[in-house]
C-alpha cells in the first residue's frame, strides 16, 4: 500500500494510492499531520510517498512517529536524472512536475546553512510554508512518471560501460530512501557525547583555553618555540609565511604539507608538526565545537544521504564524517548502555571481486584476508605488494611500487583488471560508468564539490591530463559507489532489524555503523548487524563466494573499539 503525503502548515493531506500511483482511496485532510501518520502507519504499515524525507519526517520525528517505509520522490527524482544523463539538474517536486507539464523548471533552493542543534531546531519546523505545498494530484503524478523513467532505463544503459543489473535502480530508490529515514532518526537520536570527557582531553593535549579568547597556552608556548627555531616571527597557521620563513634558512618547500616536512632535517620541523595537529584539534573540535554540537550529552549531526557524488553521506555541519580518534574518548556509552560499533574491512576490495565476477579474485575474497590470500596466490606471500596492487589498480596508481604489482594482477586477474580499466577508459572518452544498482557518475563537463564538512577539491574533467584524471575518477566511482550501495543495504535492514527495540542506531560513515543499545542486548545487536551485513551480501550479488567480514566491537566508549 502507498500513502502520498503533502503537508500544509501544522496539517496535511493524505491519499491512499495503489503500487502503480493511481488513486485507491479519497483524499484526506488532517489538522494533526504527525498523529494522522502514526494511525495509518500502525494499521496499514503503508510505504509514504512525499516530496523529500529530509523536510518531511524530522517534524514526524520528533512527535514521536516512525515509518517503516517511504519513497523519497527528491531522491529518486536525482537518481533517474543522473541515468538519463541529466546530473544536477533541479530535482525537486516542483521541478519535477514543472518538467512534466512542459513548464519552466524553477532552480532548487540553495543549500541551508548548518545549526547546531542549540538553536531550537523544534521551533523551526513547527509549520510547514503553505506557498511551498505541491497538490496531491501532482506528487501521483511525478510518481507515476518516475515510475515509467525507471522502466526505460535498460534502453539506456547500452549506451554506457558497465551496465547495471536488471532492477537494480528500484532497489537503489528503495535503500536511498531507506537511507534517508535513517539519517533523520540518526541526527534525533545523536552520538552520545561526554562533554566533560571532551573538556578533559583538551586541556590535557591544548592546555587551558585563553581567557582572551586567542590559542590556548601550549599552541602559545609551541608557536613561541617555533619562532625561535626559525629565527623569525611567523603566524604558523599561515603557509605563505612559513614558506618564505624557511626560504631564508635556505630550506625550499613546495608546501607545508605533513608528507613533505617530514623529510626535512631542521629542528622547527616538529614543533610545526606537532602545532599543525594540536591547531587543526583546536579549531575543528575544540571549546567552540564543543559548545555548539553536544547538548543533553549528545553529538546531533545532520547527515546528507548521497551529499557524495559516489553516493557516500555527507553531513552538514559538526564534521561527524571527520571525528579525530583523539576526540572518540569522548564518545561514551549511558551507564548501563554499550555502543557496538562494526567496522566492513577491505570494503571496496571485495566489491571488486563481486561486482567483476572475476572467479580467482572472488576465491581470495571468501577468505577472512583478502590481502593475505591474495599474496599466498600472486605475490609470492607479500601481503604489501598484494595491497598495493589492488588499490593501484581501483584507484588508478601505476607508477613507482605499483608498477610490478599491477602487471602481477593482470596477469592473475585479467577479469577484475578490466572491468576497472573499462571504467577509466569510458571517463577518459567522456563517457557514463555506473555503479551495480545505478547510480551514474556526473557527466565530463560538471564540475562539483565532493561534500559539505569534506574539502572536496573542484573538479573539472575534459580532455588530456584532466581526461586522464577523469579515468581515475570513473575507475574508483563504480566500485566506491557500489560500496555504498552495499552499506545502504545493511544500514536499511538493521534498521529493520532494530525496530521496536531499545537499540538504535546513532552513527554511520562508509564502511562503519556505531548502535547504541543496553548491555544486555549488546550480543543480539552484534548478531544483526552481522545478518544485516550477509543479507546486504546476498541481495546484492546473489551466490557469490565473496564475503564482507566485520570487524565487531562491544565496548564502553568509541575509541576503544578494534
Known sequence: MLVAVTPSGAGGRLRPLADDGTPAGDEQHVQDLAGAVKRVESRDRPRWLWASTAEIYPR??????????????????????????????????????ARLAGRPVPPDPPARAAEPPGLSQDSLFDAFDDAATVPLEELAAVYRAQRRRVTALPELESAHALAPRAGGMRTLIAVESAGALVAVEMGRAGLPWRADVHDALLRERLGPPSPM???????????????????????P????????????????????????????????????????ELYRLWTAHGWTWLDQWVTDGRFRAEYIPGGVVSGRWATRGGGALQIPKVVRRAVVADPGWTLVVADAGQLEPRVLAAVSGDRRLARAAAEGDLYAALAAEAFDGDRTKAKIALLGAMYGATSGMAAPALAALRRFYPT???????????????????????????????????????????????????????????RNFVIQGTAAEWALVLLARLRTTLAGHAAELVFFQHDEVIVHCPRAESDAV???????????????????EVRFPLDVSIVERYSDAK
Open 60 to 97: 514526524l520525528n520528533r512527535a514521536g512517529v516512525r515509518v517503516g517505509r517511504c519513497y523519497d520522490l527528491e531522491l529518486a527524482e536525482a537518481l533517474l536524472l543522473g541515468a538519463e544523463g541529466a546530473w544536477g539538474q533541479p530535482r525537486t517536486l516542483a521541478a519535477a512536475s
Open 213 to 235: 579568547g586567542g590559542p590556548p597556552a601550549h599552541l602559545a608556548e609551541l608557536g613561541a618555540r617555533l619562532n625561535e627555531a626559525l629565527g623569525q616571527r611567523v603566524h
Open 237 to 276: 597557521d599561515s603557509p605563505a609565511e612559513l614558506l618564505r620563513a624557511f626560504a631564508r634558512v635556505g630550506i625550499m618547500l613546495r608546501s607545508t604539507r605533513k608528507w613533505e616536512l617530514e623529510h626535512v632535517d631542521h629542528p622547527a620541523v616538529p614543533i610545526l608538526l606537532e602545532y599543525k
Open 416 to 474: 577484475a583488471w578490466d572491468l576497472v580499466e573499462e571504467a577509466a577508459r569510458t571517463g577518459e572518452s567522456g563517457g557514463l560508468v555506473r555503479t551495480w544498482l545505478g547510480r551514474t557518475c556526473p557527466p565530463s563537463s560538471v564540475t562539483w564539490r565532493e561534500g559539505y564538512d569534506e574539502p572536496g577539491a573542484e573538479a573539472d574533467f575534459r580532455g588530456g591530463a584532466k581526461g586522464r584524471a577523469r579515468g581515475r575518477f570513473t
Open 526 to 544: 552484534a548478531d544483526a548487524i552481522n545478518s544485516a551485513a550477509d543479507e546486504a551480501r546476498t541481495l546484492l550479488f546473489g551466490d557469490t
